[in-house]
């Protein structure tokens, strides 16, 4: 059962792939790729931004693998891709894959020849958090040590050596003693 919004269009912004298999003869899927009226069609759309499709045999990535295509190649999320990586694995032939920016906003109403694979979004962004530098934040939030200079080094450097020195001038005078 495919889910409601398996077909909805992409958020603002959001970057999804619709997988769908081509079920045709190669020869014929040839033809297919190459005319845009049957692909709108197909996918039951008014138009299409050819720039945002990939259209191939699954065969020619076989070695790498579709799962790790879809996740590495182009982004999309792991959680999603993971658990179906052995149906993914399993698909013989041409897909088509229809990136969220072809549609502009298009419900799709896929017909034969096509067949829905899978709609999967892209991995979540995470962006470094930066240090807060403000009066507000100082002394709420954990602020990092301020590198040693060199001066403090040397300086400890130095108070080392006079107590290892003491010691051994003391260690002396007892003995002698």
Request: net charge negative; proline share 7%.
């Given at each position: ?20 298999a081509i079920e045709m ?153």
């Amino acid at each position: 059962m495919i889910a409601q919004d398996a077909f909805a269009p992409a958020r603002t912004h959001e970057k999804v792939i619709w997988v769908f298999a081509i079920e045709m003869p190669a020869q014929a899927c040839d033809a297919f790729k190459s005319n845009p009226a049957a692909l709108t069609a197909a996918l039951g759309i008014a138009q299409i931004d050819e720039a945002h499709i990939e259209i191939f045999d699954v065969e020619t990535i076989r070695d790498y693998g579709f799962a790790k295509y879809l996740t590495e190649a182009h982004g999309m999320n792991p959680a999603q891709i993971t658990p179906e990586a052995t149906m993914l694995a399993a698909i013989k032939g041409h897909v088509l894959l229809v990136f969220s920016d072809a549609l502009d906003g298009q419900v799709l109403a896929p017909s034969p020849p096509l067949r829905f694979i899978g709609r999967y979004g892209a991995a979540p962004a995470v962006s470094p958090v930066d240090k807060i530098n403000t009066d507000a934040a100082k002394g709420i939030l954990p602020q990092p040590k301020p590198a040693k200079s060199d001066a403090r080094m040397s300086g400890m450097v130095a108070t080392a050596a006079l107590v290892v020195m003491f010691l051994i001038v003391g260690l002396m005078i007892w003995i002698a003693g």
